[in-house]
């Protein structure tokens, strides 16, 4: 990933056009006219060997005549010319491209990204509209219009539907800061655009419209770093096998599952919507609600909702909007229902949606939205209001906008109408309070901005690759695994036996029925149902048939041996006939698990072509592929993952109790999604495991069936991860003084632990690391002390033991990484009892010896000039101390590494 010459792209000082042209309708002249008929301020080069002047402007006749190296160059040359002119213009010093030009081979594309390489120039394209850089008055593209100038950046893989949307928007005045289209993405992809526009001031918000993503593990680091700082909002196309057929020609790209497209957006932490116009719909709301999200209830639900309005018929719509995208309306608890029944008219709804009918003065609105806003559900209240000739709408918003303003955060609006409502429309948005045109489009808004929530939250997630009370046990488990694996790879088999899948989840922890294998004869079948326990199953067992039931191939409930050797013979026979090209390698017999109150459930991993390893979740049986209710989730996972996993899921509500079932063992199901997480991180050869069905109740999960596929190539393990996990490997114990200490990565779950730690500190010392005193930390500045992503950061933190058994914090060090891996830059601190011993010093040797294996160019600190611990330190470990910063009262510090 690299941001390196970006903003020499989008921020340029001057812009040369290749291939400028006088001739009406051609790209050179559209893109020519569109530059030079804007406002942008920077020096314009045209360049054509066969023209003299262009608008006034002195034409040169090659590259080398210019008078002066532009930073960025737009290239409308035929494919041919262009690896030779992307060579010229990094030779004199240009440092971006964009290649208008379309139809290079894929010999000219690699010939241009070889010249373009010495130089470190940049290329967007080729085969791409261009760009605008609305601030700068800069139009590189042969775009019809211009755009206004904004706060979103929107990046399309389509041009087509860049020009649309330009015009779209232009009629709606919404303004962009950046406004990209990749083309074929040769260089300049989605992660290097997402890096830069996360730090780009100008951008409040990134809008994308994607088809596939060519660099995997590249784009989620980049999604994760840009979603932490901004909303990442994207239409992603292909839902359907057409349009996933149509991506794949248009992009030259995999377009992979749009199952897993989802679960990496939402592990992104971005947000996903169905339409371009949602992306607006979505990029607003989340901009008023950045920040300021309304807390979940105890069941830690946000998407339950109030409806408020004067209008049945706007309520019934409300509600049934909610409905269909999974929203729940929030029961009226016996202290509201009282309140309502004192402020309203007898004939009130008495439910939710609650109407207040039609003729309400403005203190019926506002007492009924103080009783919604009292309830102990604290669901958010969305607010329907139709014109009426009683009372003035501008009046109603009026004297609602004294408690509505107090509580934006809880607060929807949707005032129905045009001209009558506009007044008490604009008053809402003053205070900060959203208003929406329909109810369908304030539930709508609503359910993003609940999906977006969830998102955020798995985006603070990183798990390990093995959970840390298994890390010690890893090597035995791996070793055990393997003593079934590499038999069977060594005999060139790619499919498992079912006992020896079985046997490999067993090794992993996930509780398997009893099964043994016996050749496919009477009498061994009954000996090992003997053995087992009555009642048996009976299924086939061959190399050639994966799904045995479609063949015959499992008889259940065998009671004694009679029927055993019936189903035996009638199966041998039903097998036979339907597939006789399989080779019967014999039959299984396990324990017939009788569990009344079980759910058949599926759990899974697999390869992605575009996104690696996946796991999946749903409902299990003979009908999996009927239900289809499954979802898709990326490893590792931890046990809040595996919950948003089950969640997503319509058999997740199957899981509660209900009747007179009892409520499955939830924590049971998520320690085999955990363990499914841990296989595919240890094992690289393993390319898909299905466990169907597994049976999950109030007892517990069993895995009934299991088929396991390995390959030799292995294509699996952490190491294709699009997601880095817990980097466990770099822990190690050293002596320090008289007591044992454990330097390591940090990891989510020290949130708790890193409280203490801070507020142990005294003031003075967290002054000298972030430059002012606090001993305060929300949970949200701990989360992302302690959720961080091991691909763009690392903090290191010494633990021991303390006096009372309990592990505590003694130091940490963090350096955050550039995406360009050339600079890091760190903070130290060490609790204040601790100082002077050396701690500090073996966390910073640690760090840059991390960093220097990571290939990283220099290490580089921040010290407050009266911190002179910190500046000796640096000198002692080879650091140039850099002059006070001017009126700054700081020194920077940095290592060569």
């Not at 605008?132 to 590189?140: I, K, Q, R, T």
């Given at each position: 990933?690299?941001?390196?010459?970006?903003?020499?792209?989008?921020?340029?000082?001057?812009?040369?056009?290749?291939?400028?042209?006088?001739?009406?309708?051609?790209?050179?002249?559209?893109?020519?006219?569109?530059?030079?008929?804007?406002?942008?301020?920077?020096?314009?080069?045209?360049?054509?060997?066969?023209?003299?002047?262009?608008?006034?402007?002195?034409?040169?006749?090659?590259?080398?005549?210019?008078?002066?190296?532009?930073?960025l160059a737009v290239i409308c040359t035929p494919p041919a010319t262009v690896p030779d002119i992307i060579a010229r213009l990094g030779a004199i010093g240009t440092r971006a491209a964009i290649v208008i030009t379309a139809g290079l081979s894929t010999a000219q594309k690699q010939a241009m990204l070889d010249a373009a390489r010495p130089s470190l120039l940049r290329i967007l394209g080729p085969n791409c509209l261009g760009l605008l850089s609305p601030h700068l008055?800069?139009?590189?593209?042969?775009?019809?219009?211009?755009?206004?100038?904004?706060?979103?950046?929107?990046?399309?893989?389509?041009?087509?539907?860049?020009?649309?949307?330009?015009?779209?928007?232009?009629?709606?005045?919404?303004?962009?800061?950046?406004?990209?289209?990749?083309?074929?993405?040769?260089?300049?992809?989605?992660?290097?655009?997402?890096?830069?526009?996360?730090?780009?001031?100008?951008?409040?918000?990134?809008?994308?419209?994607?088809?596939?993503?060519?660099?995997?593990?590249?784009?989620?680091?980049?999604?994760?770093?840009a979603a932490r700082n901004k909303p990442v909002i994207l239409v992603k196309a292909g839902r359907s096998d057409a349009g996933q057929l149509a991506a794949r020609s248009h992009t030259g790209a995999l377009a992979g599952s749009d199952l897993v497209y989802d679960a990496a957006i939402s592990r992104a932490g971005m947000l996903r919507v169905d339409t371009l116009m949602e992306l607006f719909l979505a990029a607003e709301t989340l901009a008023r609600y950045r920040?300021?999200?309304?807390?979940?209830?105890?069941?830690?639900?946000?998407?339950?909702?109030?409806?408020?309005?004067?209008?049945?018929?706007?309520?019934?719509?409300?509600?049934?909007?909610?409905?269909?995208?999974?929203?729940?309306?929030?029961?009226?608890?016996?202290?509201?229902?009282?309140?309502?029944?004192?402020?309203?008219?007898?004939?009130?709804?008495?439910?939710?949606?609650?109407?207040?009918?039609?003729?309400?003065?403005?203190?019926?609105?506002?007492?009924?939205?103080?009783?919604?806003?009292?309830?102990?559900?604290?669901?958010?209240?969305?607010?329907?209001?139709?014109?009426?000739?009683?009372?003035?709408?501008?009046?109603?918003?009026?004297?609602?906008?004294?408690?509505?303003?107090?509580?934006?955060?809880?607060?929807?609006?949707?005032?129905?109408?045009?001209?009558?409502?506009?007044?008490?429309?604009?008053?809402?948005?003053?205070?900060?309070?959203?208003?929406?045109?329909?109810?369908?489009?304030?539930?709508?808004?609503?359910?993003?901005?609940?999906?977006?929530?969830?998102?955020?939250?798995?985006?603070?997630?990183?798990?390990?690759?093995?959970?840390?009370?298994?890390?010690?046990?890893?090597?035995?488990?791996?070793?055990?695994?393997?003593?079934?694996?590499?038999?069977?790879?060594?005999?060139?088999?790619?499919?498992?036996?079912?006992?020896?899948?079985?046997?490999?989840?067993?090794?992993?922890?996930?509780?398997?029925?009893?099964?043994?294998?016996?050749?496919?004869?009477?009498?061994?079948?009954?000996?090992?149902?003997?053995?087992?326990?009555?009642?048996?199953?009976?299924?086939?067992?061959?190399?050639?048939?994966?799904?045995?039931?479609?063949?015959?191939?499992?008889?259940?409930?065998?009671?004694?041996?009679?029927?055993?050797?019936?189903?035996?013979?009638?199966?041998?026979?039903?097998?036979?006939?339907?597939?006789?090209?399989?080779?019967?390698?014999?039959?299984?017999?396990?324990?017939?698990?009788?569990?009344?109150?079980?759910?058949?459930?599926?759990?899974?991993?697999?390869?992605?072509?575009?996104?690696?390893?996946?796991?999946?979740?749903?409902?299990?049986?003979?009908?999996?592929?009927?239900?289809?209710?499954?979802?898709?989730?990326?490893?590792?996972?931890?046990?809040?993952?595996?919950?948003?996993?089950?969640?997503?899921?319509?058999?997740?509500?199957?899981?509660?109790?209900?009747?007179?079932?009892?409520?499955a063992d939830r924590d049971a199901l998520y320690r085999v999604l955990i363990a499914v997480s841990q296989m595919q991180a240890d094992l690289p050869e393993l390319v898909e495991l299905d466990i169907n069905p597994l049976l999950l109740d109030e007892h517990g999960a069993i895995a009934l069936d299991a088929r396991l596929r390995l390959s030799p190539t292995a294509p699996g393990g952490a190491d294709h991860f699009v997601i880095r996990p817990y980097p466990a490997?770099?822990?190690?114990?050293?002596?320090?003084?008289?007591?044992?200490?454990?330097?390591?990565?940090?990891?989510?779950?020290?949130?708790?632990?890193?409280?203490?730690?801070?507020?142990?500190?005294?003031?003075?010392?967290?002054?000298?690391?972030?430059?002012?005193?606090?001993?305060?930390?929300?949970?949200?500045?701990?989360?992302?002390?302690?959720?961080?992503?091991?691909?763009?950061?690392?903090?290191?933190?010494?633990?021991?033991?303390?006096?009372?058994?309990?592990?505590?914090?003694?130091?940490?060090?963090?350096?955050?990484?550039?995406?360009?891996?050339?600079?890091?830059?760190?903070?130290?601190?060490?609790?204040?009892?601790?100082?002077?011993?050396?701690?500090?010093?073996?966390?910073?040797?640690?760090?840059?010896?991390?960093?220097?294996?990571?290939?990283?160019?220099?290490?580089?600190?921040?010290?407050?000039?009266?911190?002179?611990?910190?500046?000796?330190?640096?000198?002692?470990?080879?650091?140039?101390?850099?002059?006070?910063?001017?009126?700054?009262?700081?020194?920077?510090?940095?290592?060569?590494?």
């Amino acid at each position: 990933m690299s941001i390196r010459n970006l903003d020499s792209l989008l921020d340029p000082a001057s812009v040369a056009v290749i291939g400028a042209s006088a001739r009406a309708g051609s790209v050179g002249a559209t893109v020519w006219h569109n530059l030079h008929g804007s406002s942008y301020r920077g020096a314009l080069y045209p360049v054509n060997p066969k023209l003299q002047t262009l608008d006034g402007v002195t034409v040169a006749a090659s590259v080398a005549a210019m008078p002066q190296a532009p930073e960025l160059a737009v290239i409308c040359t035929p494919p041919a010319t262009v690896p030779d002119i992307i060579a010229r213009l990094g030779a004199i010093g240009t440092r971006a491209a964009i290649v208008i030009t379309a139809g290079l081979s894929t010999a000219q594309k690699q010939a241009m990204l070889d010249a373009a390489r010495p130089s470190l120039l940049r290329i967007l394209g080729p085969n791409c509209l261009g760009l605008l850089s609305p601030h700068l008055g800069l139009n590189a593209s042969f775009a019809h219009l211009g755009a206004a100038a904004g706060d979103i950046a929107f990046v399309s893989q389509s041009g087509a539907l860049m020009t649309a949307l330009l015009d779209w928007a232009a009629a709606r005045n919404i303004g962009f800061s950046h406004f990209v289209s990749l083309g074929e993405s040769a260089d300049v992809d989605f992660g290097d655009l997402l890096d830069w526009l996360a730090s780009d001031a100008r951008t409040h918000s990134i809008l994308m419209y994607v088809e596939s993503v060519t660099a995997p593990r590249k784009f989620m680091s980049a999604a994760r770093a840009a979603a932490r700082n901004k909303p990442v909002i994207l239409v992603k196309a292909g839902r359907s096998d057409a349009g996933q057929l149509a991506a794949r020609s248009h992009t030259g790209a995999l377009a992979g599952s749009d199952l897993v497209y989802d679960a990496a957006i939402s592990r992104a932490g971005m947000l996903r919507v169905d339409t371009l116009m949602e992306l607006f719909l979505a990029a607003e709301t989340l901009a008023r609600y950045r920040g300021r999200m309304p807390a979940a209830d105890s069941a830690g639900r946000l998407e339950r909702l109030f409806v408020l309005t004067n209008g049945g018929g706007a309520g019934v719509m409300a509600a049934d909007a909610a409905a269909r995208l999974g929203l729940t309306l929030a029961p009226l608890a016996a202290a509201t229902l009282a309140g309502l029944d004192a402020a309203l008219p007898a004939n009130w709804s008495r439910g939710n949606p609650v109407d207040i009918i039609g003729d309400a003065p403005s203190q019926r609105y506002v007492e009924a939205l103080q009783a919604l806003l009292a309830d102990p559900a604290q669901a958010v209240v969305l607010f329907i209001h139709a014109p009426t000739a009683i009372v003035p709408s501008s009046d109603i918003a009026q004297a609602l906008l004294p408690v509505a303003g107090r509580n934006a955060a809880r607060l929807l609006s949707c005032w129905l109408g045009d001209a009558a409502v506009a007044g008490a429309r604009q008053q809402f948005q003053a205070a900060g309070i959203p208003s929406y045109a329909t109810p369908e489009e304030a539930v709508r808004a609503w359910q993003m901005l609940v999906t977006y929530r969830r998102n955020q939250e798995q985006l603070l997630e990183t798990p390990p690759a093995a959970p840390p009370e298994t890390a010690a046990a890893s090597s035995q488990i791996v070793a055990t695994a393997r003593t079934v694996i590499s038999p069977a790879l060594a005999a060139g088999r790619e499919m498992l036996t079912e006992p020896e899948a079985k046997a490999v989840l067993a090794a992993y922890g996930i509780p398997v029925v009893e099964t043994r294998a016996v050749p496919a004869e009477a009498a061994a079948a009954v000996s090992a149902a003997n053995a087992i326990g009555w009642p048996v199953a009976l299924k086939i067992l061959s190399a050639q048939i994966s799904h045995k039931s479609d063949v015959g191939g499992v008889a259940l409930n065998l009671a004694d041996a009679g029927e055993l050797r019936a189903a035996l013979a009638s199966m041998l026979e039903r097998v036979g006939t339907l597939r006789p090209d399989a080779t019967i390698d014999g039959v299984t017999v396990q324990a017939m698990v009788r569990r009344g109150h079980a759910r058949e459930l599926i759990v899974g991993s697999s390869i992605d072509p575009v996104f690696g390893p996946t796991i999946l979740f749903g409902a299990g049986g003979t009908a999996v592929e009927v239900l289809a209710d499954r979802a898709i989730a990326l490893p590792p996972l931890n046990q809040p993952l595996a919950r948003a996993l089950v969640e997503r899921t319509r058999i997740s509500r199957l899981l509660e109790g209900f009747r007179d079932t009892p409520a499955a063992d939830r924590d049971a199901l998520y320690r085999v999604l955990i363990a499914v997480s841990q296989m595919q991180a240890d094992l690289p050869e393993l390319v898909e495991l299905d466990i169907n069905p597994l049976l999950l109740d109030e007892h517990g999960a069993i895995a009934l069936d299991a088929r396991l596929r390995l390959s030799p190539t292995a294509p699996g393990g952490a190491d294709h991860f699009v997601i880095r996990p817990y980097p466990a490997e770099l822990a190690e114990t050293i002596r320090w003084g008289d007591q044992a200490v454990v330097l390591r990565p940090i990891r989510p779950e020290d949130e708790a632990q890193h409280r203490g730690f801070v507020q142990a500190l005294a003031p003075e010392d967290i002054r000298m690391r972030v430059f002012y005193s606090r001993r305060n930390f929300e949970h949200s500045e701990l989360a992302r002390l302690t959720q961080i992503d091991y691909a763009r950061e690392m903090a290191f933190i010494a633990v021991a033991t303390g006096p009372d058994g309990a592990e505590r914090t003694l130091g940490t060090v963090r350096a955050t990484i550039d995406p360009d891996n050339i600079d890091a830059e760190f903070g130290i601190i060490v609790r204040s009892e601790l100082k002077g011993g050396g701690l500090g010093e073996l966390l910073l040797q640690k760090m840059i010896a991390y960093l220097r294996s990571q290939g990283t160019r220099r290490l580089l600190g921040i010290v407050l000039a009266e911190n002179q611990r910190m500046l000796e330190l640096a000198r002692r470990l080879g650091f140039t101390l850099g002059a006070q910063a001017p009126g700054g009262g700081t020194r920077e510090v940095w290592l060569a590494l």
